[in-house]
């Protein structure tokens, strides 16, 4: 997801802040087009964000990891920014509404693809708007590794411990 993200953040005109656990996948954020780059495993996000942004935040956070980079996540949020928690590979997350208001009035969405795909004329408007830019050449998303069907649960390990990037595909 996080690929598609950037190229798409840089065809809409937004400056993004990716996060990253290594220098090879930050080396592809940026080519990418994710304008600023935090290595996880060096640097800390919120300082960093904080010294990208003037002090100010940022606007909105997807963080796809969940209960491990919560507090991260809503300490970059600018007031009244938006947190859209679109994964939990880190363990699920569960805030107080207090802690929404303390931190600065933040919004909060946990989206959830049934209802994105409902009506079908919406999912369908959604699918032709990135296959536009897919077709334009504005989004690209080759693979970049591959398993045979028969090694499924090798692929899910490999993508839990965040060793693959980009795209990962099953062979039958």
């Known amino acids: 997801m996080g690929l598609i993200a950037c190229q798409w953040a840089r065809a809409l005109g937004v400056t993004m802040i990716g996060t990253v656990s290594t220098d090879e996948k930050a ?35 997807y963080d796809s990891v969940g209960k491990d980079t919560l507090m991260d996540s809503l300490d970059c949020l600018q007031p009244r920014g938006r947190l859209v928690s679109n994964g939990t590979s880190s363990g699920s997350v569960v805030v107080d509404s207090q802690l929404l208001a303390a931190k600065g009035s933040i919004w909060m969405t946990r989206p959830a693809m049934v209802h994105y795909i409902q009506p079908r004329a919406h999912m369908l408007e959604m699918a032709r708007e990135l296959f536009d830019h897919v077709l334009a050449g504005r989004i690209a998303s080759e693979p970049q590794q591959s398993f045979a069907l028969a090694d499924a649960a090798q692929a899910h390990r490999a993508l839990e411990s965040r060793r693959t990037t980009g795209a990962t595909v099953l062979i039958p």
């Open 27 to 61: 080396a592809a954020a940026r080519a990418n087009g994710c304008a600023h780059v935090i290595v996880t495993s060096r640097e800390r996000i919120v300082d960093r964000v904080m010294e990208i942004t003037g002090g100010k935040g940022v606007p909105v956070v």
